[in-house]
Structure formats: C-alpha cells, structure tokens
C-alpha cells in the first residue's frame, strides 16, 4: 500500500511537470478541468464553512459527505497545472511553473489538510471540524496567495 501510493506521487510528479497531453485532449482541456475541479471543491468545502461558521446548522452526516468531495477533488487538480498550459493560463502567476517542488508542497498541504477535515468531520464533533476547516482554508489561501492572479 505504501508502495502504491508513493508511486502514485511519483507519478502525479512526474505529469505535472510534464505537458498536458499525457492526460488531456489539449492544454486549454486541461484549464477547464482544473476550473472545474477547484469550482465544485469550493462549493462543498463551503458548505462545510457554512457550519463551520455558525450560519447553517450542524449536521454530522453533511459534513462526512462533503468532506469526501473536499479530500477526493483535492487529489485532481495537479496535473492539469501542466508546463503546455501556462501560455494560455490568465489566472496564473508564472511562479507556478517556475518552482514546481514549492508549487507540489502546496498541493501535498491541501490533500494532507483535506484528509485532515474528513478525519476531523468523522468524530463528529463540531469543535473538531472548526479546527479543521480552518487549517484546510489557510492551505487553500497560502496557495493561492502565491499562484493565483487576482
Ligand atoms: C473557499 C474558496 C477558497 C478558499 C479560500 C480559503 O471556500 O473558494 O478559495 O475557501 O477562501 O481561504
């Protein structure tokens, strides 16, 4: 099992650095698949916020269930950051493509906080999914502090 999964990061190190073709139709493909993936993580990692923050009510089995969505889509996005892709990118800054072991670092932190969420949503405690989410939002906000045009 470990062995499958460092060869599973090896592989997804290995395609991100590489062009998007070894997994999408064309670059522009690739875009709108990063978009997407990153759209439908923020809508469930949002509903999570919403208890979270207080404005709708707790609800243990809501929180599983979008907190799975939030620790597999954050497993998606990385290799459609591929090189072919930064010259058609408008909401990325070149760093990106500049500093791929940083870049990978961030992207490990959001799958490690993420599983962390789902973890923390799984005891069913409240405090627990606070703590959690908070950590997983700053992973989210560091990233896009550093990659993200806006
Ligand atoms: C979201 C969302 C983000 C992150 C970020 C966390 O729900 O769309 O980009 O959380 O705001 O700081």
């Given at each position: ?12 190190a ?18 709108k ?31 599983i ?24 990118s ?11 072991a940083?870049?990978k ?9 993420s ?36």
């Open positions: 099992m470990k062995f499958a999964v460092s060869a599973l990061l090896a592989a997804a290995v395609t991100l650095a590489g062009p998007a073709s070894a997994q999408f139709a064309k670059p522009e493909t690739a875009i698949y990063r978009q997407s993936v990153m759209f439908v993580m923020a809508q469930h990692f949002g509903r999570i916020g919403a208890m979270a923050n207080g404005k709708v009510p707790y609800d243990a089995k809501a929180a269930a979008n907190a799975e969505l939030v620790a597999t889509m954050a497993k998606l996005p990385w290799p459609a950051f591929a090189t072919d892709t930064e010259k058609h408008h909401e990325v800054k070149p760093a990106l493509w500049k500093e791929p940083k870049f670092e961030h992207a490990d932190k959001l799958e490690e906080t599983g962390k969420l789902l973890a923390a949503a799984k005891t069913e405690k409240l405090e627990d999914l606070k703590a959690a989410f908070g950590e997983t939002a700053r992973s989210c906000k560091s990233c896009h502090d550093a990659y993200r045009k806006d």
